[in-house]
């Protein structure tokens, strides 16, 4: 049986195809290697010798991260997906499959989002560092598949969330902000204070069905171009805090700051691509997700990435 190799096995993905309990599975985390370091990612390329690699290693943020670190989160993406891309081809890996995420589109992007308009223009202000280095994981996968018949592949999920995510106050993704946020004005009696109008649209998706999708396409998906992992449908701010207030139970007011930014209003993606592959696939709602990942987070609480 063929050992798959999971880099950034430390994060929200990473951990959802832990849970999977796959065998002959190697789970690579930032303890283990720079992934930075091209002699270090190598050698430990060439310690585990994987068949088959899921790359999901990369330095993430949320909105304000994106805004704070924009040159810090390029450079370091920039290297991390050239080593990782590069060790596995010298190493001889078979098949690879690299996550980036929707907001590597442009700005100005006709929606549904669709595969072929990642590099039709500029993305978002807001995160363009990040977004531009991740783009060049499809570059770069492209290039090699082109030159030396590299079996490498792009998935692009959108907002994924779920146990075990980053609940960083500032840097953290929409979900398990809010989460943290919420838990901690129940906590200490005070109004949720959150940033934005609330009006603003996302694809919510749970990391337990990103994980499965992710072993689906390193087994199934050969296309030269990115897929899409997500349902379609679209979920706003507003109706997310709801879900997690009433599973969190908080009781207080919640205030939305006008004067802050909230990022691109929305950015629906176009789901024909995977649907072709999977019509019957069923992912999990927003209602049950968010409620798993409230428990997960009340449960584990303080000793949570944050």
Partial sequence: MPKILVTGAGGLIGHAITSLGLPEMAYLTRKDADLTDFTATKDVFNVIKPDKVIHLAAQVGGLGGNMIHSGEYFCNNIMININVLEAARLCGVKKL???MSTCVF????????????IHNGPPHPS???YAYAKRMLEVQSVAYRKEWGCDYIVAIPTNAYGPNDNFNLEDGHVIPSLIHKCYLAMKNNTDLVLWGSGKPLREMVYSKDIAELAIWALENYSEEYSIILSHG???SIMDIVDVIVRKIGFEGRVIFDTTKPEGQFRKPSDTTKLRKYLPKFEFTSIEKGIEETVKWFVSNYPKIRK
Avoid: M, R
């Fill in 106 to 117: 442009p700005e100005a992007c006709q929606y549904p989002l669709n595969e072929k308009d």
């Fill in 233 to 235: 449908i679209e979920t």
């Fill in 127 to 129: 995160n363009f560092g």
């Fill in 97 to 99: 499959v690299s996550f």
